[in-house]
């Protein structure tokens, strides 16, 4: 019964900012792997950012430097925190859990789809 609600995003001109977050139910939170991807029409989901259970990061290339994976504990809460945004990042964002590990694997947003363990999306959009 893992429920995941998003909250945030909208529209920014390049250069802007944005915050989202993704507040968690139904299980324990931080004992598995968490994470955003993003999916913009014509092309593939990809992976956005990860956190596992012992707070280690990994992000895309393409946001290296500008994105911010972080999650509050008490509040049961994954954040992204996005700065100098692009066109190129328009996209729906989804937070999404791999439950099965506690670790983030290759395949983790593919495995967190198939059990329904992500969230709702929301629209990201950036303006030149």
């Known amino acids: 019964q893992v429920q995941l609600l998003q909250s945030g995003g909208g529209s920014v001109q390049s250069g802007g900012s944005l915050r989202l977050s993704c507040a968690a139910s139904g299980y324990t939170f931080n004992s598995n792997c968490m994470g955003w991807f993003r999916h913009a029409p014509g092309k593939d989901r990809e992976t956005v950012a990860t956190?596992?259970?012992?707070?280690?990061?990994k992000y895309a290339d393409s946001v290296k430097g500008r994105f911010t994976i972080s999650q509050d504990n008490a509040k049961a809460t994954l954040y992204l925190q996005m700065h100098s945004l692009q066109p190129e990042d328009t996209a729906i964002y989804y937070c999404?859990?791999?439950?099965?590990?506690?670790?983030?694997?290759?395949?983790?947003?593919?495995?967190?789809?198939?059990?329904?363990?992500w969230g709702q999306g929301t629209q990201v959009t950036v303006s030149s």
């Open positions: 956190i596992d259970s012992g707070g280690n990061t």
């Open positions: 999404a859990a791999d439950t099965t590990t506690d670790t983030c694997g290759a395949h983790w947003y593919r495995r967190a789809i198939s059990m329904g363990t």
